[in-house]
C-alpha cells in the first residue's frame, strides 16, 4: 500500500501528462490541417488564374494575326465583328474557360451569345446588332489588356517586395561570434574597475 501511495503522483503525473501531450497534438494537427486545406485552395487559384491567362494570350495572338474585328463600310462608318472568324477562333477558347472569366468579361460574351442566337432565331438583324457586337468584342479585348497590365503591376509588387533594402552600416564588416562579445565585455568591466 506504500508503495502505491509512492507511485501515485507518478502515475497521476503520467496520465496529466499525456492528456497535455494529446491536445497539443491534436490541436497542432487541426492547424496543419485548416494551412493544408489553405494552400490547396491557393494553390487551385493560382493554376486557374495561369490557365486563363494562357488563354488570354492565346486569345490576343489570335485578335493580332486573324482579322476578327474590322472597318467594314465607309458610308455606314463603324466597325463590323467577322462572327464566322469569332465562333472559329476566339468563341472555343473563351467557352474552355468560361468558368475562369470575370465577370465583366463573362457579360459581354454572353451578350454577344445573346444577339447570334436571336438573330439565328428569328433571322432578322437588328439595326444596332453589328454596333452591339463589335463594341462587345473590343471591350473583351480591353477587359483582357486590362488584366495584363493589373497582373504584370501586382507581380511587379511581389517581386519589390521580395527583396529586402540592405542598410549599410559603418561596422557592418566588424561582426564579431557571441563568445568575443562576451571577451570584449568581460575586458571593458576590468577596465572600468581598476
Known sequence: MDDLLKALPSLIGVVIGGLITFFIQRSTIKKQQKWDREKLRIDNFY?????????????????????????????????????????????????????????????EVN???????????????????????????LKIIKLIKQQFKEYRKSNANLTLSKTPKKKWKWNSWLVYSEEERKEIEEHRQKKLNS
Open 111 to 137: 451578350k454577344i451569345e445573346y444577339i447570334f442566337e436571336r438573330e439565328y432565331m428569328t433571322g432578322e438583324e437588328q439595326p444596332s446588332d453589328k454596333k452591339n457586337l463589335s463594341d462587345s468584342y
Open 47 to 107: 493554376k486557374s488564374e495561369a490557365e486563363k491567362f494562357k488563354t488570354y494570350n492565346k486569345i490576343l495572338e489570335i485578335d493580332a494575326t486573324v482579322e476578327i474585328h474590322h472597318h467594314y463600310d465607309s458610308i455606314e462608318g463603324g466597325y463590323r465583328l467577322d462572327l464566322k472568324k469569332y465562333f472559329t477562333y476566339v468563341r472555343p477558347l473563351l467557352f474552355e474557360i468560361f468558368h475562369l472569366l470575370d465577370d465583366e468579361v463573362a457579360t
